[in-house]
């Protein structure tokens, strides 16, 4: 895909450029080697934020904010997060995340008060209580539970914990988790599990349980429900999450596009940012490798069918302006005791009814342990 974009960016453009695959860590150890030495050979790089962060906070980034790029709206959410210690150091270029998905049979049985825009759009009206009474009408009124959640050992329920449910709660995914905000979230999990389908604890991916009809309202990764979707996409809605007392919380991978100092070739990378985040260029890349666009008049321009249906719920739900957004953090090999940690404080408040604060209090001394030992500051 790439290859192809930079073979029409020249014919555009007349400038030749040269992709070179690297790994983080080779990246990384070259952009400092060459900084060092004062022979700077890389114009721009691409790569996700907590890379582009590490890489700004080492002094490697040139501030940008002097770059053009005309007839497009980037949406503020990943505008927010591409300025660092005040600094604009790189542009979204791509983003993927998890969402939910909606029957829209299932739209027949909201609760009194919420509309569906007001979940769409999303407004204040879709928390996550009118989730529970949502979810709880659907149980009560069609004679057995329609929500459902990725639970099985290799699904992506421990994203859901630290990615949503907390920073919805406390504002963040670990720093306090052991808080009066935690408590409430873990008190609305043994509330929410009761209207929840109990075969989600066999479920890896909600594609299959969408397409089937057993459930009518998933949470899932946007690979995850594509399949459903690319099969029924005029039987679905992509919507944004709910929100909680904090905010709106939930997980962007977000890829950015960044200049090294010291780039030999500033005003042609400029030129290559401006053609990659091209409304149309983002459409091509959406539909070649499935990350979602970073301008919104790119979601507006996507063809009728399934990649309208995710895109549009997915630029819905970084757009929200109460919006809490967790990256994931870059803890190493220690990453799968931190996702661990989460679905044993499930298992142990949620499925085996133990006492909530002792068990946050465990965790959260643990989590703080974790990132330390990462080198890693805790959010």
Not at 125 to 148: I, Q, R, V
């Amino acid at each position: 895909m790439i290859g192809k974009l930079l073979k029409a960016f020249k014919a555009e453009t007349g400038i030749d450029v040269e992709f070179v695959a690297l790994t983080y860590n080779e990246m990384l150890s070259r952009m400092i080697a060459e900084q060092k030495s004062g022979k700077v050979t890389l114009s721009l790089v691409g790569d996700l934020h907590g890379g582009l962060d590490v890489m700004a906070s080492r002094g490697l980034l040139q501030e940008i904010k002097d770059i053009s790029l005309p007839n497009r709206t980037f949406i503020p959410t990943l505008e927010k997060y591409s300025v660092i210690k005040g600094k604009k150091v790189y542009v979204p270029w791509m983003q993927a995340t998890y969402v939910m998905v909606v029957n829209k049979e299932a739209y027949k049985y909201l609760p009194k008060g919420l509309t569906v825009d007001d979940i769409k759009k999303p407004t204040k009206k879709w928390t996550y209580d009118a989730l529970l009474a949502w979810a709880k009408n659907l149980k009560e009124k069609t004679g057995s539970p329609k929500f459902g959640l990725p639970m099985a050992p290799k699904g992506l329920f421990h994203r859901f914990l630290h990615g949503y449910l907390l920073p919805s709660f406390t504002g963040y995914q670990a720093k306090k988790f052991n808080s009066p905000g935690s408590v409430k979230a873990w008190e609305y999990m043994r509330k929410l599990i009761k209207y929840t389908q109990p075969a989600s604890s066999t479920w890896a991916a909600m594609s299959e349980p969408l397409s089937k009809g057993e459930v009518w309202l998933a949470w899932d990764h946007t690979a995850r429900i594509k399949p459903a979707i690319v099969q029924s996409p005029e039987k679905f809605d992509v919507i944004p999450v709910p929100k909680g007392p904090a905010g709106r919380g939930y997980i962007i991978v977000a890829v950015g596009l960044a200049v090294p100092k010291g780039a030999p070739a500033k005003e042609e990378a400029y030129k290559l940012i401006e053609y990659l985040t091209r409304p149309d260029i983002q459409i091509s890349v959406l539909q070649n490798v499935g990350f979602f666009p970073t301008v919104k008049e790119a979601a507006g321009a996507i063809p009728a069918g399934a990649l309208k249906v995710l895109a549009q719920g997915v630029v819905a739900q970084s757009s929200a302006p109460d919006s809490i957004v967790a990256m994931i953090p870059n803890l190493g090999k220690l990453g799968g005791k931190f996702t661990n940690t989460y679905r044993e404080v499930f298992r142990r408040v949620v499925l085996q009814k133990m006492d909530i604060k002792k068990e946050i209090a465990r965790a959260g001394k643990y989590l703080q342990k974790l990132f330390k030992e990462a080198g890693a500051p805790i959010q």
